[in-house]
């Protein structure tokens, strides 16, 4: 990974989109904890990819790429959110899309769905991209103990929810 990296840094363009592809489904796990429209999940990484092409000379730390992108991709869904907020400030609402899915899987996002977006968006990257503490604390420029405190929320807020059901 850091030999593509490397070369991405340096203007090969297939190493650049070869390390795209490499994190494309984490991509889409962060932007999907977010954003509720695979549209809008869709644009959040296009975005994000266009910035990362255009800025990836100024990644000072090569070890910290998926960190610098996630951060990124983080940027591009809150200003979507806030594009959203304005809209609806007007009076429209937002398109949602649903997709075929597992019944598993459906109520894992329902559940999700239903806690506050700043615990669901800790949720995604600690369990499902695997961030360590200190780096959610870094994407999300938080503190540290916030981040544990979002986590032990997350999870019982979670609990409560699935033995309601």
């Known amino acids: 990974m850091q030999m593509l990296i490397e070369k991405a840094v340096q203007g090969d363009v ?26 809008d999940v869709a644009d959040a990484i296009q975005n994000t990819i266009l910035s990362c092409f255009e800025k990836l000379h100024t990644l000072k730390k090569q070890e910290y790429f998926k960190t610098w992108l996630i951060r990124i991709l983080i940027n591009e869904c809150n200003g979507i959110l806030r594009h959203y907020r304005k809209e609806n400030l007007l009076g429209e609402i937002p398109e949602t899309i649903k997709q075929d899915q597992s019944l598993a899987e459906f109520e894992f996002k329902e559940m999700l769905n239903l806690i506050d977006e700043k615990y669901r968006v800790v949720l995604v990257c600690y369990y499902l991209e695997g961030f360590k503490i200190p780096e959610i604390a870094e994407l999300l420029e938080i503190n540290e103990n916030t981040v544990k405190t979002r986590l032990a929320r997350a999870r019982e807020k979670i609990r409560v929810l699935y033995l309601k059901e």
């Open 14 to 39: 297939e190493a650049f989109l070869e390390l795209m592809d490499r994190n494309s489904l984490a991509m889409y796990k962060v932007a999907r904890a977010i954003l509720n429209n695979d549209n």
